[in-house]
Structure formats: C-alpha cells, structure tokens
C-alpha cells in the first residue's frame, strides 16, 4: 500500500490548537439493557465492570456502566423512561455505538472551533462538578446517528486519575464485587486501546464525510482504497481512511459500492433503518495469538475463512516482507492457521487480525482484533477472502 498513503507528516500541533485530541476518552453504546450487556462484554471480552451509575447512585433517566480494558473504556447506557433520547434509538438501530467521545483540553473551546469550521451540535456544552472536580463534554453531530463529544476533566476527574481507577464521572459508584472481574484479572485479554473505528455512510457519501473530517476536526487523509481494492464478484465498497493530526485515531469511512449483490455495507444500512453509523471498533493488542485464543476459550464468534486461505497467504506477505527488507512473520504459523487469524503485509511491515461476528441481533456492529508489527494499514489484502467469507454469513441471514 506503499503509495496510497497520503499523510502529511502530524500537522505541528500546539496545545493552543482547541482540537488537539488527548485521547479516546470512551466509548459510548446504546444498549438495550446496560446490566445485561456489561456481563455480556466482561464474559465474552475480557473487560472489567468497573463503576456504574443507576437509579441506586441517584441517576433517575438511564443506567451507565463503566467497563475498562487497557486503555478502552466503553459505556453502555440504557434509557431507564421511554421518553430518553436513547429510547428511540434502540427501537430504530438496536444496540451499538452512539458515541465516539474524545478527551481535550477544553471541551467548551474545541466544540466552539468545530462550530466555526461548519459542524453542527449535537448538544450544547454541559458541566457535571462536585468538590472532587468537574467533567465537561459537548457534542459534535457526526455521520447518521454518531457523536463525538469533546470531553475535558479537572481534579478528581482528570484522565490519568481516570486510568488508574479514579471515579469516571460525578455520580458513578465502584461496583465492588464482581466475581467476573477477578477472573478477567487472572485470564486477561490483552486488549490495549481502540485503533480505529470504522463508520458506514450512505452510497454517495463518502467524500462528503472525509471533508468533514478534514474541515471541521482538522484531521487529514491517511489511506484511501477503492472498489477495486475491496471487491468480489458480487458486492464491493469504498473506503477512506482519516487520521486526527496526531494520529491518536483513524476513522475509516465506508460507503457502499455497486455489485451484483448486497454489500455489506448495505445490509448493515438496511438494519440500522438506513442511517449511518459505527460500523466496527479495531481492539489492538501486542499478542494477537494468545489473546484470540482467550476470547475463542471464552466463545467468542469470529469470522471464519476457508482453510484454502492458509495456501496463499505466506507466500504473499512473505514476498511483500522480503521485498521491502523486513523479518518475515515471526508468530507460528501452524497456530495462526488454527486460530483462524488472518495475516497481511505492506511495505512498512506486517499485521494480524480477526473481525468477529455481530455483537448483537442485527448485523450491524463487530469488532475487530488487531495487532500490528510494522504494518499501520488495514489489511487490504484479506479484503477479498472477507468479502466471501461475509456474503456467506449474508446469506445465511438471507440478506444477499
Ligand atoms: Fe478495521
């Protein structure tokens, strides 16, 4: 993919810059039932039940629970009346992701910039503070249903107090005993941080949606591919990726493309009433091997690829290694092989991955399990062997 990188090198960057992203603060689902949902994503991935907010810690319009992994945190929130904004939209998309939020330095100052570079709100700036410190967030309205909420901590709240267990926000309790935690303590899955969310937009969108990235976030092209890259014979899509200025996160964009049959994009649009949105969220981890094998223990549902991919798949990423004079493959490729991970090379090195099935009813949202040495594309070329894979699974669930 050598030349269809089209960074710049990180724009200079100075903390007066209101857009400076910080970090991933966390990520925000919307979820049918939050209570339900955190042991489903603690079983099955590994994360930790950390805090929680409901009617019992004086929250009377939804229930949160904080869950925590490396450096990922996701909130999984439910409405708790009917007349909650994440009411409707569980009824029109099911569960997924309503949230991509960002920490800054000033989450007034950076909504205020994206409004002036021509985003629009999704809600106004709001403070919640009590003698420990103070959490400020403002939301940016994103593709189809997605936000990103500026997000800026002070005392007690701070982020890095926030990564060593500190309370998330005013109004969360600890969970105290959690049987599942301990054993996610001593079985962990490695999973490090979010690197890099993936959305889905309406055909004909796509360049609509990287400008808005690149005007009103200030982020900048990192990789581009088209239907030719990403295509079989039946169903292709396009997808471009942005990157923030430092880098900190890549949000591929996606957009459907013509085919003989339904793309994958296009089902995932049928299913979530025809709006955009979270597509999929790439965990990274520094051992693709053990922690694929901890979440299959945990029965965990991935992708699976035809055994026929293993009798290319060395032959090409070595040559592309060889090529550009890197150490080929390093992990056992017997077990890799049994794993099912999949395997792929550019000119900057190599990387290993795993999409799983959806995480909830409707095909819509999945993760991705990823680990890179070298490698910061996104696995162009396992596309085509996905793409089968998928409209296989497309028609079992009668969506081809
Ligand atoms: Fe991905």
Redesign the pocket.
Known sequence: MSSTSTSAAPAEMSTTDPLMLVDVDHVRFFVGNAKQAAYFYASAYGFQVEQYSDLTTGSRTSAQYLLTQGNIRLVLETPLTPNHPAADEIRRFGDGVKDIALTVLDAERAYEAALRNGGSSAYEPRTIADQHGSVTMAGLQSYGRAVHSFVSRTGAYALPRVKQGGTFAPGFAPMGHFALNEHNRKHPCGLKFV??C?GNVEEGKMNYWVEWYENVMGFSMFKHFDDKDISTEYSALMSKVMASGNHLIKM?INEPADGKKKSQILEYLEWHDMTPGVQ?L?LRTDDELSSVAELRRRGVDFLALPDSYYDAVWGRVDAMLRKHGHEPVKEDHQRIKDLGILVDADDEGYLL?L?TKPLQDRPTLFF?I?SRRGSQS??KGNFKALFEALEIEQDRRGNL
């Open positions: 690197d890099h993936v591929p999929h790439a991955q999409f991705e990823i996104f696995g």
